[in-house]
């Protein structure tokens, strides 16, 4: 019970809880496109490379790159370095979405805007961690770790199955469309709050 009381009184704060409801959205875009990507792929080769390539350049940027972007989480404005990432996937993912529909993607051009997407991921990951403690207060912090965790779960059950279905009834590129709406959402989330001491 007293759990369940830290959980709820963390989601009491204004600020952690629109932005932990907008990373939700946002996680449940990217893993709803990660579905229209392998199955796009699947439509344009029969190679299985490709295919596994599709999760494959998704994560590859997160592995090499977070270090990286952990040096700018602690160097450089937090909001800022999440807000540059989200604008990028939302500009990768909108002509991700333009292509497929207009049936101009090759596998390679597939592989690439998924590449993409995974940098963008790889720069706001660390940033968003990082900040939770800007948000909330130290008593709060496992707390809201905790939420994070269990939201992002939660998209991971969620998702690939609505992604199938959404794939299944309006194509991979109505997947890709999904994905660029749901940034909308956290940039919004993101250009509402006002850190009280920005780094």
């Known amino acids: 019970m007293a759990k369940a009381d830290s959980l709820t009184g963390v989601l ?72 540059v990432a989200q604008v990028f996937m939302f500009a990768v993912s909108v002509i991700l979405t333009l292509l497929a529909y207009r049936t101009l993607l090759t596998p390679w051009l597939l592989l690439t805007f998924t590449f993409l997407i995974g940098c963008g991921t790889a720069l706001h990951n660390p940033s968003w961690q990082a900040s939770v403690g ?18 992002f779960n939660a998209m991971r ?9 959404i794939v299944a009834l309006a194509g991979a590129a109505a997947a890709f469309a999904v994905n660029a709406a749901s940034y909308v959402a956290i940039t919004a989330a993101l250009l509402r709050w006002r850190p009280a001491a920005s780094r």
């Not at 199955?39 to 190679?47: D, G, K, P, R, V």
């Not at 800007?134 to 939201?151: K, Q, Y």
Request: glycine letters at 8%; a neutral charge; zero cysteines.
């Open 12 to 83: 009491r704060n204004p600020t952690f809880r629109m932005l932990w409801l907008a990373t939700l959205a946002s996680n449940f875009g990217t893993l709803v496109q990660s579905v229209g990507a392998a199955w796009m792929m699947t439509e344009l080769t029969a190679s299985e490379s490709m295919v596994a390539l599709v999760q494959t350049s998704v994560t590859a940027p997160i592995m090499v790159f977070s270090l990286i972007a952990g040096v700018f989480a602690d160097n450089f404005d937090r909001r800022k370095v999440m807000l």
């Open 134 to 151: 800007d948000i909330v207060s130290r008593a709060e912090v496992p707390s809201a770790v905790t939420l994070n965790g269990m939201g």
């Open 157 to 165: 059950s969620i998702g690939p199955a609505a992604g199938g279905a």
